[in-house]
């Protein structure tokens, strides 16, 4: 990769440096954009109760179920939700809806009223890849099928041939059209065959238009 970008392929060099750099993004950017490697994890909530740290592990929440009936929470907005709480000052019951305000803040509606463990659905966030022997592929450097890397090498081209060099940027608007590309043609199509073509409901980021009106559900 460094050689096609005419970059310095020296171990902990300036360059080696921001091709990892450029790797670890596009790592980040493929699972935030995809949801190709989605795991579980729980999330106690306690009485009383509103908000919640999510750890700092958690690159996205795709969906939350409840404790028994696994009945699967309503995304919302942070609006919606503080438009409910203040509409129902004080109101308790079994949880029914969540927002994520900014990266970190888990809101739960209405208030819990008692105790309970809910099941979390997570894009993980990846650790950093340091050297040549971290593999994307495994867990814990974002588990990434093999046959996704090449959407990691599009992505740290596009950032390296427009790199220091306003020669080269239509070369890095070339990769970053071919990194878009395969997103869209390779990663998502075969991404969905595995789970099926049924749309997801609501995620982080956006309104699901298969959520209910508010007021047919909340009061």
């Known amino acids: 990769m460094a050689s096609e970008l005419g970059l310095d392929n020296t171990a902990a060099g300036a360059d080696q440096l921001l091709i990892d750099q450029w790797l670890n993004q596009a790592v980040r950017d493929v ?15 306690v ?13 996205a929440i795709i969906d939350i179920n409840g404790p028994t009936t696994g009945n699967r929470f309503e995304y919302m907005t942070p609006e919606d939700i503080f438009e409910l709480r203040r509409r129902n000052i004080g109101l308790t019951g079994a949880t029914r809806a969540y927002a994520v305000l900014g990266s970190n803040l888990l809101m739960m509606y209405p208030t819990p009223s008692a105790a309970e463990t809910l099941t979390v659905y997570i894009v993980p966030k990846p ?3 340091t050297t040549g022997a971290n593999d994307p592929a495994t867990s814990t450097y974002g588990l990434i099928p093999t046959e996704f890397h090449r959407a990691l090498e599009l992505y740290a081209f596009a950032k390296g041939a427009s790199f220091d060099d306003d020669e080269s940027s239509k070369m890095g608007q070339s990769y970053e059209q071919q990194y878009e590309q395969f997103l869209a043609r390779i990663i998502r199509p075969a991404v969905n065959r595995k789970g099926g073509s ?8 956006g309104r699901s238009t298969l959520l209910r009106t508010r007021n047919d559900i909340y009061p």
Request: one cysteine or more.
């Open 31 to 45: 699972l935030l954009r995809t949801h190709c490697y989605v795991t579980s994890t729980t999330q106690a909530l």
């Open 47 to 59: 009485a009383g109760t509103t908000d919640y740290q999510l750890p700092a592990t958690t690159l």
């Open 127 to 129: 650790t950093e890849m």
């Open 198 to 205: 049924k749309m997801p409901r609501a995620r982080i980021g």
